[in-house]
């Protein structure tokens, strides 16, 4: 069962020590303990004694049908907004089956609660649908080894970067719910307006971010006769390692060990180093200066990553007016395995999860430079300044192998191409899959989406 529990974006020191480790760790015992040791309600903890649902009716019931339609229909405000108020404030755990003290706000009593999968699905369902934008929230059941069937189920939120999230009231009005201590509060006009500041100023800090992540690995990259695909990306919320010693060997014995371009077993890490926070990897190059590959990886889960993709030296031109050639599938193969190497970095070292930016470009441009595919040039796919795109994603989807981390690429390079005049990226499609008639070499991709299992289409190369 551990090995089915979600890798939790909610960290709470408080409550760690309390369960005795992290959240995602916790067994049913740790979580029972609670009403031994009378743990109460507070800023970042909620009892909740039955599930957000109405309750069968019994034959005594005098409702009207309407009247028990809203009250089912107040069960799920209810969850949405002890959802929303957490998401709003600094994240929180809430707890379903367990009766706390009406006077103390104490846990008092376990109260057992179907922890069926379909009660975990109704969770993130009514979230979905009551609360706007939907915040983050992992949703896990801890069975009871006495109640076959019955347990505990956690509901984690962590603090959200897109906060002020809104609740729909039955009448279909917006509250703006928050913690207040141990209660559930909405937020004044004031305050609302406050926190819509504050996002548009965290959306233009996450810009400024991803530059100085670019700009501050540009330095450790030989740009002279090069042209690389960077990568940046920034969770929305920081996780949290050091950089020592300690960090460091462990990520040069790590570095020597991995593969990180997917297709490309033989390009590797060639030394490891640090910058200010950061851990550095480097591939080929001299003066500790990269010729291929670079990356750097900063305590708080950002980070930066560059693979060549154009030698503007292997293609001498007369003037600096003559175009250059980059492969559409260099790109793709940059991309997919610089997305998935930082967002590794970002859930395992740093131990971050949830939403995060990344943005995507090509560096430096010194002459024009020209888009092609095997057997296929078009001079009218033509850049002289760099393209950008960027796109939201989720790290725990695109760390790992498989259709979430195809779908993602697709996105990112699609907005890259269409700097050249393309509609999409031809190699990959929107839904996670791979259109094998756009590759050369097809064996590196074909070898790599059969192992993770993402669906290969055999679609016939086109110009356009």
């Known amino acids: 069962m551990a090995d089915d529990r979600p890798m939790v974006a909610f960290r709470s020191s408080r409550l760690e020590a309390i369960l005795g480790g992290p959240l995602g760790e916790v067994r049913y015992e740790d979580v029972a303990r609670l009403v031994d040791l009378g743990v109460t309600e507070s800023n970042d903890l909620d009892f909740k004694s039955a599930l957000y649902v109405e309750p069968d009716t019994q034959a005594a019931d005098q409702r009207t049908a309407k009247e028990k339609q809203q ?145 501050t690995l540009r330095r450790w990259l030989d740009s002279s006769t090069s042209t690389f695909l960077v990568v940046t990306l920034v969770p929305d919320i920081a996780g949290a390692f050091r950089v020592d010693a300690g960090s460091l060997r462990e990520f040069e014995q ?19 180093a640090v910058g200010h926070s950061r851990l550095v990897a480097l591939g080929y190059g001299q003066r500790r200066r990269a010729e291929k590959l670079a990356a750097q990886l900063h305590e708080d889960g950002a980070g930066a990553f560059a693979a060549c993709v154009g030698r503007r030296d292997w293609q001498p031109a007369s003037s600096d007016t003559d175009p250059y050639r980059v492969a559409e599938q260099d790109l793709v ?43 296929f040039e078009d001079d009218d796919l033509v850049i002289e300044t760099e393209p950008e795109a960027s796109a939201l994603t ?29 509609p999409e990226c031809r190699h990959l499609t929107a839904d996670g899959m791979v259109r094998l008639g756009y590759w050369s070499d097809q064996h590196r991709i074909v070898d790599w989406a059969t192992s993770c299992g993402v669906r290969l289409v055999d679609v016939p190369a086109r110009a356009r």
């Open 254 to 272: 790590e570095a020597l060990r991995e593969k990180p371009i997917i297709g490309y077993p033989d390009l590797r890490w060639s030394q490891a």
């Open 71 to 215: 009250a089912a229909e107040k069960k799920k405000k209810d969850l949405a907004s002890d959802v929303a108020a957490f998401a709003n404030s600094n994240g929180g755990l809430i707890i379903v089956g367990i009766k706390e003290d009406r006077v103390s706000s104490a846990a008092a009593v376990l109260s057992t609660v179907d922890i069926a999968d379909r009660e975990v699905r109704r969770i993130h369902e009514i979230v979905a649908s009551n609360t706007f934008p939907k915040p983050r929230l992992d949703v896990w059941p801890l069975p009871d080894p006495s109640q076959p069937g019955g347990g505990l189920i956690l509901i984690a939120v962590p603090r959200s970067a897109l906060t002020p999230h809104a609740v729909t009231t039955i009448d279909k009005a917006l509250l703006y719910p928050r913690r207040l201590g141990s209660q559930t509060v909405h937020m004044a006009e004031y305050e609302v307006a406050d926190a819509y500041r504050r996002r548009l100023l965290t959306l233009a800090d996450v810009e400024v971010r991803h530059e100085r992540e670019a700009s």
């Open 333 to 375: 193969i940059a991309v997919l395995s610089g997305l998935r190497y930082l967002a590794r970095h970002a859930r395992d070292r740093a131990g971050t999860s949830g939403p995060a930016t990344v943005r995507v470009t090509l560096w430096p441009i010194t002459r024009p430079v020209v888009l092609t595919y095997p057997d």
């Open 394 to 422: 989720e790290i725990d989807d695109v760390a790992e192998d498989g259709g979430p981390l195809v779908a993602a690429v697709h996105r990112l390079c699609s907005g890259l191409v269409q700097e050249f005049g393309l």
